[in-house]
């Protein structure tokens, strides 16, 4: 059976530049209090009506295919990684397509937040291993700032989130320790409401705490949006950081050594660790409770904020264009996130 491979990689950051201090102006927050907590310096938005988060995983994924050594032409199953696609449907992936004049491919959406990237990258794995198909793309990408909560309300989460995408062509390869050696993916229902975008939805408050909108006395017209959920802040993200946190550092080391046991290494054998850009603290939690060193993990969340299912690959990208990720080196990939879901990816580059 063929391994699959990573061919091309390519990552696309918007150029607006927007700091800590530039937040200032829309809620109250502090470069200090931002740095402290999360580490990150700065993010990039994109431009609001000219840039989506298609367009930007084109961007991502004509470099990537360059980089592979194919054309868009050739590829045969697109897999794209979101949690702000351009519409509610249809997904990403076919706006892809037609973005990218492919020929008339599956295009498949995952909708794993912070491990989406992961997620679909296990999926595509699974199709080249399978031989069904030769040249997937997959692509992680997010324009957080069109649906984050401007005010002081919504500071908890609106200064993490930025924009961006990556993306990655995957082939098969005979090549003897090469390629992705096993992913491994987990979720755990039970704390859904933790890290969610509460409406619009078709819950009716089927999951969630009755007391913020009453459903049963709402007009039908109402019950997809309406303007007491607006009020409520209901169409942004909510997010319990702290008990998020609490889980992402058990989840994080145990799903990364999952990965490394499947495949007898130990965590001294990783060359890079790329975990998902969450939270400077969390990385480095991270790395101290799997003895890492600082050569051994990479971050870039400093300049990207939490790009979501765009961190892995932008975090990839971005130490191999670094020469920080070589021919032959271990590469373990890792994200958890809302859901919550975890997933970890082992590779020899
Ligand atoms: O990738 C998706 C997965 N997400 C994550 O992994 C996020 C994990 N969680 C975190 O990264 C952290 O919980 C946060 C960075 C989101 C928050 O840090 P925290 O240390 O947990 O802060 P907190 O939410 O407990 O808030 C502490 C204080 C509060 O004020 P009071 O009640 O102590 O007066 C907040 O209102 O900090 C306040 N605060 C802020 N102050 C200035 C919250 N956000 C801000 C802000 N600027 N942006």
Redesign the pocket.
Known sequence: MPRSKIAGIGMYVPANVVTNDDLTQY????DA??QE??GIKERRYAHRTEETTTTMGAEAAKIAIERAGTTAQDIDFIVFATLSPDYYFPGCGVMLQRAMKMKEVGALDVRN??SGFLYALSVADQFIKTGMYKNILVVGAEKHSFGLDFTTRG???S??FGDGAGAVVLQPTEKEGQGILSTHLHSDGESAEI?AMYNPGTHANHWADKNYADFDDAPIAEMFMSHAMIDKAQNFPF?D??S??KK?VVKFPEVIMEALQANGYQSTDINMLIP?Q??L??SQFVQQKLKLSDEQVYNNIQQYG?T?AASVPIALCEAWEKGKVKEGDLVCLAA???GFTWASALLKW
């Open positions: 809620m109250d927050t502090n209090w931002i907590r999360t937040q912070c500071r908890n989460i200064v993490i890290l997010m950081g702290q998020v946190f992402a998902h969450a939270n603290r969390i939490n979501t958890f996130g809302s």
